[in-house]
């Protein structure tokens, strides 16, 4: 069984992974699609930072990321 930093440590992975190769990936969040710049852990939580803004903005597991080739 994943421990729930565990899973936050996958999701960062995959994300920055997916982003570092030069593939799009978009984030829905309060109404809004964002394209995620970076992602990480920080005090236990999932945080992203969209291109647009470049503030660190609190993620959820159960959020929905898009991840396009």
């Known amino acids: 069984m994943m421990t729930d930093e565990q899973k936050i440590r996958r999701k960062v992975r995959e994300v920055n992974d997916h982003v570092s190769a030069g593939k799009p ?5 309060a109404e809004k699609r964002l394209r995620v710049f970076r ?3 920080s005090k236990g939580r999932l ?5 647009a803004g470049r503030k660190w903005l609190n993620a959820s597991l159960d ?3 898009e991840f396009y080739r």
């Not at 990936?25 to 969040?29: A, L, Q, R």
């Not at 945080?47 to 291109?51: E, F, K, N, Y």
């Open 25 to 29: 990936c978009y984030w829905d969040h």
């Open 39 to 41: 992602a990480r852990m």
């Open 47 to 51: 945080q992203v930072m969209p291109l």
């Open 63 to 65: 959020d929905h990321f």
